[in-house]
Each structure stands twice: as structure tokens, then as C-alpha cells.
């Protein structure tokens, strides 16, 4: 089902047709190192993530992560959505891309198409982002959007610091 189209690209709901795909980025290791190991490690695993994350996020809350795709040829490229976590009072726009499509401006590219979609379609007067502090590239995607670092977080009690971003939308 697609939720959004950019000049460039298709976001769609994941299914569990994608796990092949999703077992790859999860895996990656920009994935693992700034994002977090999610303990998937074979199809059933990635299928299992799909079902209990993504799907039913958009079943509680309409949105979710959502596989990004290229338009025309339907190469898979990265995920890209909106995130309601336990721990924050805000959504927040989250993306993750294999390194071969970095630097080509895909992450603003459906972030922004994302952001826009919660706004108008979810009623959103706020928007969040987090990161580890020293991802650049996440930083800067999220500055381009707007949003500007208020404090560090723990999503976790054992959690990491993480960055916080956010802005009125």
C-alpha cells in the first residue's frame, strides 16, 4: 500500500515480502552502530520485526516505519516514517538507508514527504527526531528539516544518551 510519492521515490507499508530486504538494513553495520542492534538475524526474524513493529504501529496509530523505494524500478533503498515510542511525548521522524544510497538525498527527500504526511494527515503540531550525538549525517538531515537539538535523552532506563530534535510543525 503506498502512503507517499516524492519526485523520486515510493514509501510504502512493509509486508512480510520485505524481510529479505529488512534483514539486510538491520544488519548493516551504519545500521548497527547508529541505530541499534533489533536481534534479527535470519528471514523469520526480519518477519517477526515486520509484524510487531512497523504493522502494528500502523494498526495502533495509523503510521509507522515505511520501506522507501525507487521509483520505476522498486529498489528497495532504505525505511523512513514515523515513530510513537513509549518514551517520548512526541512523534518522531526516523530513517535508515543501506550506505550505497547515501549522499544522494533520499533521507530529506521522504523525510520531508513524511513530516508533511504526519501534518496533514495525522494532525501533528510537532515533530521530533533523535540520533546518537555523533551522527553527523542524521544530524544534518534533521537540522534540514528544521528541527534543532534541545537535550539529550535516555529512551531506556540502561538506554544510551540520545540526542533530541524537534520543532513545531
Given at each position: 500500500?503506498?502512503?507517499?510519492?516524492?519526485?523520486?521515490?515510493?514509501?510504502?507499508?512493509?509486508?512480510?515480502?520485505?524481510?529479505?530486504?529488512?534483514?539486510?538494513?538491520l544488519n548493516?553495520?551504519?545500521?548497527?552502530?547508529?541505530?541499534?542492534?533489533?536481534?534479527?538475524?535470519?528471514?523469520e526474524?526480519?518477519?517477526?520485526?515486520?509484524?510487531?513493529?512497523?504493522?502494528?504501529?500502523?494498526?495502533?496509530h495509523?503510521?509507522?516505519?515505511?520501506?522507501?523505494?525507487?521509483?520505476?524500478?522498486?529498489?528497495?533503498?532504505?525505511?523512513?516514517?514515523?515513530?510513537?515510542?513509549?518514551?517520548l511525548?512526541?512523534?518522531?521522524?526516523?530513517?535508515?538507508?543501506?550506505?550505497?544510497?547515501?549522499?544522494?538525498?533520499?533521507a530529506?527527500?521522504?523525510?520531508?514527504?513524511?513530516v508533511?504526511?504526519?501534518?496533514?494527515?495525522?494532525?501533528?503540531?510537532?515533530?521530533?527526531?533523535?540520533?546518537?550525538?555523533?551522527?553527523?549525517s542524521?544530524i544534518?538531515v534533521?537540522?534540514r528539516?528544521?528541527?534543532?537539538?534541545?537535550?539529550?535523552?535516555?529512551?531506556s532506563?540502561?538506554?544510551?544518551?540520545?540526542?533530541?530534535?524537534?520543532?513545531?510543525?
Open positions: 500500500m503506498i502512503v507517499v510519492e516524492t519526485e523520486r521515490l515510493v514509501l510504502r507499508r512493509l509486508t512480510a515480502a520485505d524481510a529479505e530486504f529488512i534483514l539486510e538494513l548493516d553495520p551504519s545500521f548497527l552502530r547508529f541505530i541499534g542492534d533489533r536481534g534479527v538475524r535470519n528471514v526474524d526480519a518477519r517477526r520485526y515486520i509484524e510487531t513493529g512497523p504493522v502494528a504501529m500502523y494498526a495502533e495509523g503510521f509507522g516505519m515505511f520501506l522507501v523505494q525507487l521509483k520505476g524500478d522498486s529498489v528497495p533503498i532504505g525505511i523512513c516514517g514515523l515513530m510513537k515510542r513509549a518514551s511525548p512526541d512523534v518522531d521522524v526516523g530513517f535508515a538507508f543501506l550506505p550505497r544510497f547515501w549522499s544522494q538525498g533520499y530529506i527527500e521522504s523525510a520531508t514527504a513524511v508533511a504526511l504526519g501534518q496533514r494527515e495525522f494532525g501533528l503540531k510537532r515533530i521530533a527526531g533523535i540520533t546518537k550525538p555523533g551522527n553527523r542524521s544534518k534533521l537540522e528539516l528544521g528541527l534543532k537539538f534541545e537535550k539529550l535523552v535516555k529512551l532506563a540502561e538506554g544510551e544518551d540520545t540526542a533530541l530534535y524537534a520543532r513545531a510543525l
